[in-house]
C-alpha cells in the first residue's frame, strides 16, 4: 500500500547546498507533479511531468530541476539553495484510469538557513 | 487566468454544521476537488464535484456547486473534533492531463 513515496521527510539545507527530493510510486501512473505548500498561499505547481520523458514547468519553476527517471520515479533538484525555498515539498501522481483522484506523498519539510 | 480563493479560518463547535467555501475564475474548470491536510500529513481527496452538476452528497459531506457565480462550498454535517484539519479546494481542466489549481486552503477548527 505504498502509493506515493518521498524522501527525505525533514531536511535541513545552509544556503548553496544542493540537494535532490526523490518520489516513487507503484501505481504505474503516467502523471506526476511536484508542488510546494507555503503558510497562506496553498499548494503551488513546481513542475510536472506528463508522461515519461516529458517534463513541463508549472508556476514557480525557478531555482529547481526535475528528472524523470523512468515511469516509477520523479526526482526534484535545488542546485543552490536559498531560504526562500524553505517550504514543504509534495510529490503526487495521476493516471486517467485511476479516475479523477490525484494522489499525493507525505510531503518533505526542508528548512533552508 | 486560474485563480482559487478560500477564507483562511473557520471556528465550529462540535456537532455544528462546517461551511467552507471558495470561489474560482476559470470557467472552463471540468472537476473541483476539496482535499483534507491533518497537521504533518499529506493531501487526502474528500470528494470532488464535476462542473455540471450542481450537488453532490456523500455522507456527512455536502458540495454544492454555482456555476453562475464560480462559488463552490463544502458543508460538513455534525462536525466531529477529528475534522479538525486545512480544507483546500481546487480546480482542474482535464484535457486528457490532470493539472490541479489550489486555494489557499481554510483552517478548520472544531471545539468541543
Known amino acids: 500500500n505504498a502509493g506515493v513515496t518521498q524522501t527525505p521527510k525533514f531536511q535541513v539545507l545552509k544556503t548553496g547546498q544542493s540537494m535532490t527530493l526523490q518520489c516513487a510510486q507503484d501505481?504505474?501512473?503516467?502523471?506526476m507533479y511536484w508542488y510546494r505548500q507555503d503558510p497562506g498561499m496553498g499548494l503551488r505547481l513546481i513542475y510536472y511531468s506528463a508522461s515519461e520523458g516529458t517534463t513541463d514547468k508549472g508556476e514557480v519553476p525557478n531555482g529547481y530541476n526535475v528528472s524523470r527517471l523512468n515511469k516509477r520515479e520523479f526526482s526534484l533538484r535545488l542546485e543552490s539553495a536559498a531560504p526562500s525555498q524553505t517550504s514543504v515539498y509534495f510529490c503526487?501522481?495521476?493516471?486517467?484510469?485511476?479516475?479523477?483522484?490525484?494522489?499525493f506523498g507525505e510531503g518533505s519539510w526542508l528548512t533552508v538557513v | 487566468g486560474e485563480d482559487v480563493e478560500q477564507s483562511l479560518f473557520l471556528s465550529v463547535r462540535e456537532g455544528d454544521s462546517s461551511v467552507i467555501n471558495c470561489t474560482y475564475t476559470?470557467?472552463?474548470?471540468?472537476?473541483l476537488y476539496w482535499y483534507k491536510q491533518e497537521p504533518g500529513a499529506g493531501l487526502q481527496l474528500l470528494t470532488y464535484i464535476f462542473s455540471n452538476m450542481d450537488m453532490k452528497q456523500d455522507q456527512r459531506l455536502t458540495v454544492l456547486l454555482n456555476k453562475k457565480d464560480k462559488h463552490l462550498s463544502l458543508r460538513i454535517a455534525d462536525t466531529q473534533t477529528g475534522d479538525s484539519a486545512i480544507y483546500f479546494c481546487a480546480e482542474s481542466m482535464n484535457t486528457g492531463f490532470q493539472k490541479l489549481v489550489f486555494g489557499t486552503g481554510t483552517r478548520l477548527l472544531v471545539s468541543p
Open positions: 476559470d470557467s472552463s474548470s471540468t472537476y
Open positions: 503526487a501522481s495521476w493516471e486517467l484510469i485511476s479516475g479523477n483522484t490525484i494522489y
Open positions: 501505481m504505474n501512473h503516467n502523471s
